[in-house]
């Protein structure tokens, strides 16, 4: 276990997250509550699934009608499929946090389960004491940033039965303004702005498809939008990564 000035090392260091987490969580809270679902739906997401992006798009997807509309299983593989594309570069989280993890024992399971974006920024870049339990310390900064998320979308849940229906409406654009914001910073991050214009170009090809209709029937239907969306994007940035690379490599000289 940790001594008292560790563990206030350890949640100090997640404070930013909690900032964040809370302004975040909030409008998850409400949008889940504008909705039509019950408030505790916003818990049970936030506890099990802990995903923010993926907690937005699932909300939007069912409130919207394109998983509901469509039969049982396929609502189920639209759903698991664009939240698995979604996670996935938690994936690489993971590998990259190998030897971080490496002899944290009991803590290993829930130090997996807490990874997202920001903790994984926390955990890289932070520095363990000497006289610290490593298991301990990296767990207390797993959780603490579980426990912020939770309790945002808790409170936005809660406040929001409280609010009177109408004021809630365009609480849901939350989601369009997350994910602007994330591209803002990844462009500035890397200054890198084709995965943006790939994300958008292919967003507009699957929109275009949905609305092109043979025989009365769309080609693509609505259900599939966003997964059509995102598995050509993947395809085409795996094409124009794997040319760059390619092209990178130094030339052999004649012998």
């Given at each position: ?14 404070m ?8 975040i969580?909030?409008?998850f ?6 909705a ?11 506890l099990?699934?802990?995903s923010g ?25 639209t ?11 938690h994936?690489?989280?993971s ?12 803590w ?7 990874i ?33 998320w ?20 365009g ?36 929109t275009?498809?949905s ?43 004649p012998?």
């Amino acid at each position: 276990m940790l001594d008292s000035s560790n563990f206030r090392r350890a949640v100090k260091l997640t404070m930013p997250v909690f900032f964040g987490y809370i302004a975040i969580g909030i409008p998850f809270g409400l949008m889940v509550v504008n909705a039509g679902f019950p408030w505790w739906l916003a818990l049970v997401m936030s506890l099990f699934i802990y995903s923010g992006t993926g907690q937005y798009i699932g909300i939007a997807l069912f409130s919207s009608g394109i998983v509901s509309s469509a039969s049982l299983w396929t609502s189920i593989a639209t759903f698991l499929g664009i939240e698995f594309f979604i996670g996935l570069r938690h994936v690489f989280y993971s590998l990259s946090l190998i030897e971080s993890y490496r002899g944290t024992g009991r803590w290993k399971f829930p130090l997996v389960f807490t990874i997202t974006d920001e903790t994984f920024a926390l955990i890289s870049s932070c520095n363990i004491p000497q006289d610290a339990d490593k298991g301990s310390y990296l767990a207390v900064i797993s959780i603490f940033n579980y426990a912020y998320w939770v309790t945002g979308s808790l409170i936005g849940a809660i406040v929001g039965n409280f609010i009177p229906d109408g004021y809630l409406n365009g609480v849901d654009f939350a989601l369009t303004a997350l994910f602007i914001v994330l591209m803002i910073n990844q462009i500035k991050a890397s200054r890198d702005f084709l995965p943006s214009l790939v994300g958008i170009f292919t967003a507009a090809i699957a929109t275009v498809f949905s609305y092109i209709k043979i025989g009365g029937k769309a080609i693509l239907p609505s259900q599939h939008l966003i997964l059509t969306g995102l598995c050509l994007g993947i395809v085409v940035m795996i094409l124009l990564r794997g040319r760059e690379n390619r092209s990178a490599k130094p030339q052999e000289a004649p012998k």
